[in-house]
């Protein structure tokens, strides 16, 4: 099927107010690319297009299910681009593919291959717009990671990362209008980079992948499952995702927290047990910030101009204790993961590598748990949200956390960043890219 694409200056084209389903499949079913379940789609544009123009697709509110949907992007200087987007929003609403340099007529072609295709989900073909831009963007941004960067605990999360919680469908990846990533102000800039990226912005592009719960091999390999390569909640693993290229002025990111389980151990261990040792931790952090290293590298190969910044995690709790809990282990396991992150950045710094790391302890002195300005959820009970965890989910990834005389199931935003914290935390991104002299393209 072909479909007439769109291009528009500002606000979004219109739908014809038609499209198509297609079910999922996936290539082993089909028999390779044109196997006679395949289903393609493609939009062109009717005029030649020489220079930057953003992407956008519509989703309708219903039959868009696909977490993998798989767009590439032809026409574009230095050849075609893949694009794996998460289209379960539940709501009729348009979505960024990105921003490309195209040198002739555009084309974007969607097929219903995915990698976990069962005919289980649908891909919908709708319609496809683009706004022409005066040139490159000087900011392409891209955050990318766990928790600690999709917003989780500030609240306000995008549907399709926020949805069916112990369901096949389940995603609570939980990326958050507070995140700090897009409350951060760029050098040189007066709005934030959320705002820019909510007005289509001429100059700034965002492109937001993170997910709460991320691993370091969901950014690179994914998960291995009969699928092949998937991240977390059966999306795209974040490096795959399309939204890295030499175009790419910025990437921010949290990473190697989840791995080993360690904060989650030692967050059950110390704050609600009582009782731990944060040497019991140090061997899979050291395990964590080797992986984290080859997840830098592997950013640093697919979005060789960009300045990559590693965030590192706060203290969760006051040095004074509010509560029986065994503070001081648990802050030192922050230290420790805080000082083995950044000598591993200096490593890869001094191979070549263009990276730094910004440390968020000292802004959150004095405002963590227990303190009179706490910027870190202390145990919250879920869910807060249709993807956070619910007593007896099957779904659950840990167990829930006791607490006692209560039948509860401890949400996903426990321990982590209020708004207050999240807009800490950007304010050491916008000055940890000053001091680095960061100035996009």
């Known amino acids: 099927m072909t479909r007439p694409a769109r291009r528009f200056d500002g606000e979004c084209a219109e739908s014809d107010g038609h499209f198509w ?93 995915t990698d976990d295709g069962t005919a289980d989900e649908d891909v919908a073909f709708t319609s496809v717009a683009f706004q022409k831009l005066s040139g490159k963007p000087t900011d392409m941004v891209v955050a990318m990671g766990d928790s600690y960067t999709s917003g989780e605990g500030s609240g306000t999360y995008s549907p399709e990362s926020d949805r069916d919680h112990g369901e096949s469908t389940w995603n609570a990846c939980r990326r958050g209008a507070n995140s700090w990533p897009r409350k951060t102000l760029l050098p040189n800039r007066s709005t934030t980079l959320g705002d820019l990226s909510d007005a289509h ?43 890295l290229s030499s175009d790419t002025t910025l990437v921010m990111l949290t990473i190697g927290g989840n791995d080993g389980d360690n904060f989650t151990k ?24 080797t992986d984290t290293g080859t997840v830098i590298s592997e950013i640093a190969s697919a979005a060789p101009s ?38 591993k950045v200096d ?26 300005d706490e910027w870190i959820n202390r145990v919250v009970a879920g869910p807060n949200g249709d993807g956070d ?21 401890a949400s996903l935003e426990s321990f982590h960043p209020k708004s207050a914290g999240t807009t800490g935390y950007a304010q050491v991104m916008g000055q940890t890219l000053a001091d680095i002299g960061y100035k996009g393209s």
């Open 266 to 289: 030692a967050v059950t261990n110390c704050y609600i047990v009582g009782v731990c040792d944060a040497d019991d931790y140090t061997g899979n952090v050291d395990q964590s910030v």
């Open 389 to 409: 965890f619910h007593d007896g989910d099957p779904a659950n990834q840990v167990p829930c956390l006791p607490w006692p005389g209560e039948d509860i199931c």
């Open 347 to 372: 490593e890869l710094s001094r191979a070549g590598v263009k990276v730094a790391f910004a440390d968020p302890i000292p802004a959150f002195q004095g405002h963590g748990i227990c303190d009179d």
């Open 306 to 343: 960009a300045q990559i910044v590693l965030m590192g995690y706060p203290h969760l709790v006051s040095d004074d204790p509010c509560v029986t809990a065994d503070f001081d282990a648990l802050n030192y396991l922050a230290d420790y993961v805080r000082d083995k992150q950044k000598a």
């Open 21 to 113: 389903y297609a079910h999922t499949r996936d290539e082993s079913h089909l028999g390779g690319d044109d196997g006679f379940m395949t289903v393609k789609g493609t939009w062109t544009l009717g005029q030649s297009l020489n220079g930057w123009a953003r992407v956008f697709v519509h989703l309708p509110d219903t039959g868009a299910h696909t977490q993998q949907a798989h767009y590439i992007i032809h026409g574009v200087a230095g050849g075609d681009r893949d694009r794996y987007l998460n289209t379960h929003y539940g709501e009729n609403t348009w979505a960024e593919l990105g921003v490309y340099q195209f040198t002739g007529t555009p084309r974007v072609e969607l097929s219903n291959t």
């Open 201 to 243: 912005s001429t100059t700034a592009d965002y492109l937001d992948v993170s997910c709460s719960g991320a691993h370091t091999w969901q950014l690179t390999t994914g998960d291995p499952t009969p699928w092949g390569k998937i991240g977390n909640y059966r999306e795209k693993s974040q490096i795959d995702s399309g939204v």
